[in-house]
């Protein structure tokens, strides 16, 4: 699921309320003897409407094309699927009765839907089929979904998912372009047309050319409906068992096939135009409020606490006090503290007499934890092939961008470059201290706790198997290359020598590069704080590519670099300034009129299949990255590529029916990745939110509502419950106790 760029303030706003709280009694409280956990809440009022802000609004609700996280993160509200996550991180069924039955070599698995599952309006009414009836949730709609997903006509962004294990699924899709191209012709021609296309992509599987109309009709794709007992069989290109972890996320949820096509593909999740099956409805959506209700028919209504959800925009200017101002003013029902906002630090975390930590604050209500992160990876990362064209909202030109993309041809400068961003620099925006501000950074693209093997062995931890065999080294020295919250970057006068090197090698394989190389960092320039730490950050950027200062503004005072003459600037990173709001950066990502961006990637499910093919070629991320099916790199560049893609092939034909071979596969793709992070070049691990110490004040009972690392189900807030008072950091600490104790019995 690729994730938008999001600021770690908005961490801070956990939701807004019309109660207040009285801080003069916090710090004189202790918890009675008598909470014991949950049951002890019983009496305490709760709360039926939940308020917060949103950075980014949602663009679009249409789930047949969309992956942006800003908008799958409601539709996980609005549309259920097969299966879900409990609030322990266990898969359970959701409109399914079971969580799969699969045949001996799990290359088939077969789900009945529940009966009596309405389709709701977004006025809350039940759908009517033709004849008057209820419509109601078939088998049939998760077979109409995958049938527009993979339509290459539909350009679903999530196509991908189903193509990687749906028997013919790539093939349907690969048709369906080849009909796009060849409409025009007559019948006999375009199936010739198709066929030949199939043929040269080896994907006819056995087919002959009077197969073509059933191949465009969805016959040959994996999946089986028994209207009978309303169940769906997906049938596999390849075993996986952890196929159900995939059932989580858009591609698989069950679309109204009738009312798609009554509202048309445009109009389709245009702003309230879709049909319900989740725990909210979707009562009203503008470009500055988005509002949820409770939806009266949902399947497991006992399970939604809170009546109401009410989303405003937030906006793109915000002080460092703003969470804890809105608290106090009774206007939202948490935040997380911000060791920015002194006075905030001062009450809750440090104390009159400055002996509070993070670890262990000295309000009373002030709740420390460790977070395991949310499993996103943010990274900074470039288009290798971005269109050369003036643009509003960039700051290079057309010459300017061709000539970069000259030099992003090669590994050994994308490398130079990567190496040369100071993370120290940018990190400092994380807080006050530095285990603050380092305690975000990954060096590894799958962070830590994202899924381990049968014997529980995290698959962080083949990671650095890898690692240490790749470079014969022991546990030591793979942690300190990999572990989370440290940096890791190369000497200056090391960078500065790594790119004269790329330079003068650039210089004898393409002599037409003009220098400076300019490469344009596109963030939210806009935003005052951003645009003060960016600036820093690029300017100690710059000066680890050149060895001079460029811009003594940004520079320190008692550096001892000289000041760059004009010669000595050979790469140059320049801010977009045009970016002066939320909704410009959204247009810059998704026109890709970026070459050196920060964004990010969410797992799609429980296997390290989901962050490995993100960058071969053709991959998740291709697009993004420039690196599409389109022959523009250099010859080593390409070959890495093309190695790379083949370890990820490689890994994924291992079938983890047992044990070993899940260890198997793990070792491959760890080995895949450790390649991708040293030898490409494509990006560079940047953060993961979550990761670290945080400190909090909150209304929210904790762990009530699915948790997961991975698909839509930890954007659900079925489960939620908000009391009227904060809670103090010892009941959330015998919560936290309860729901370790509860987790262990529930696996």
């Known amino acids: 699921m690729k994730k938008s760029k999001l600021f770690l303030l908005l961490g801070t706003l956990i939701a807004m309320s019309s109660c207040s709280s009285n801080r003069h009694q916090w710090n004189d ?11 002890s809440l019983a009496d305490v009022q709760r709360k039926s409407t939940y308020k917060s802000f949103l950075s980014y609004m949602p663009a679009t609700l249409n789930y047949t094309t969309t992956m942006q996280s800003e908008n799958a993160s409601h539709i996980a509200n609005f549309v259920d699927g097969l299966v879900e996550h409990d609030r322990f991180g266990n898969l359970v069924p959701c409109l399914a009765t079971t969580t799969g039955e699969h045949n001996e070599d799990y290359t088939e698995w077969t789900f009945k839907v529940k009966d009596g599952i309405k389709w709701v309006t977004a006025k809350g009414e039940v759908y009517k089929n033709e004849d008057g009836t209820d419509s109601l949730v078939k088998a049939e709609d998760f077979k109409s979904i995958l049938k527009v997903v993979l339509n290459s006509a539909t350009a679903s962004e999530s196509s991908y998912l189903p193509m990687l294990i749906i028997k013919g699924a790539e093939q349907y899709f690969t048709a369906t372009s080849a009909y796009e191209l060849n409409k025009n012709l007559s019948e006999q021609a375009r199936n010739t047309a198709i066929f030949n296309t199939l043929r040269s992509a080896n994907l006819l599987d056995g087919c002959t050319i009077n197969d073509i109309p059933a191949i465009l009709n969805f016959e040959k ?11 769906i069989k997906y049938i596999l290109s390849q075993p996986a068992d952890y196929f159900p972890t995939m059932l989580t996320y858009l591609p698989f949820l069950p679309l109204n096939y009738e009312y798609y096509n009554k509202v048309g593909a445009q109009r389709f999740g245009a702003t309230t135009e879709i049909l319900f099956c989740g725990a909210y409805i979707l009562s009203e959506r503008s470009e500055m409020k988005v509002v949820y209700e409770k939806n009266p028919y949902y399947w497991d209504i006992s399970s939604v606490k809170t009546e109401r959800i009410e989303y405003s925009k ?30 905030g630090w001062k ?8 002996k509070g930590t993070i670890v262990d604050p000295h309000n009373s209500l002030t709740y420390s934890q460790e977070g395991q992160g949310d499993k996103s990876s943010f990274f900074f990362y470039i288009n290798l092939n971005r269109e050369a064209k003036n643009s509003t909202l960039s700051d290079v030109n057309e010459k300017q961008i061709s000539n970069l993309n000259k030099a992003l041809k090669y590994s050994y400068f994308r490398k130079a470059l990567f190496n040369s961003l100071d993370l120290e620099v940018y990190n400092a925006r994380n807080g006050i201290d530095e285990t603050e501000q380092r305690q975000y950074q990954i060096n590894t693209y799958t962070p830590k706790y994202f899924v381990t093997d049968n014997e529980g062995k995290d698959y ?3 990671l650095l198997d890898a690692y240490e065999k790749k470079h014969n080294v022991g546990r030591s020295e793979a942690e300190k290359a990999l572990n989370p919250g440290q940096v890791n970057q190369i000497s200056m006068d090391q960078s500065v020598q790594d790119t004269t090197s790329a330079i003068e090698k650039l210089k004898v394989d393409d002599p037409s590069i003009e220098y400076p190389i300019v490469v344009e960092y596109s963030s939210l320039y806009g935003d005052a704080t951003e645009k003060r730490y960016d600036n820093l950050f690029i300017e100690y950027s710059n000066e680890r590519l050149n060895g001079c200062i460029v811009d003594t503004d940004y520079a320190d005072p008692k550096s001892p670099l000289k000041v760059c003459k004009a010669e000595d600037i050979k790469v140059k990173i320049i801010p977009n300034t045009k970016i002066q709001s939320s909704t410009n950066y959204i247009k810059v990502s998704n026109d890709k009129t970026y070459s050196l961006f920060v964004a990010g990637w969410g797992p799609d499910y429980g296997d390290p299949m989901t962050y490995a093919h993100t960058m071969v070629k053709g991959g998740d991320m291709a697009d993004s990255l420039g690196i599409g099916n389109r022959q523009f790199l250099s010859d080593e560049s390409e070959e890495l590529l093309a190695t790379y893609g083949e370890m990820v092939s490689n890994a994924n034909k291992i079938v983890s029916k047992t044990s070993e071979e899940k260890r198997q596969r793990y070792s491959a793709f760890a080995d895949a990745e450790i390649f991708l992070l040293e030898e490409l070049g494509l990006f560079r691990p940047l953060y993961q939110r979550g990761q670290g110490y945080s400190c909090s004040v909150s209304k929210f009972i904790p762990y009530r509502s699915p948790r997961s690392g991975y698909g839509l189900s930890g954007d659900k807030l079925k489960g939620m419950e908000i009391l009227d008072r904060a809670l103090y950091a010892c009941e959330r600490k015998i919560l936290k106790d309860e729901w370790d104790k509860e987790k262990s019995q529930s696996i």
Do not use: K, Q
């Not at 794709?221 to 169940?231: K, R």
């Not at 006090?321 to 935040?335: K, P, S, T, V």
């Open 29 to 39: 409280f202790t918890c009675p003897s008598d909470f014991v956990g949950y049951s």
């Open 314 to 343: 937030l906006s793109d200017n915000v002080p460092d006090d703003f969470a804890r101002n809105e608290f106090l003013a009774g206007n939202i029902d948490g935040f997380t503290l911000n060791s920015r906002d002194e006075e």
């Open 347 to 354: 009450e809750y975390v440090l104390g009159e007499d400055g």
């Open 221 to 231: 794709v994996g999946v089986e409906i028994d209207e009978t007992t309303n169940s």
């Open 460 to 462: 962080f931890e083949y």
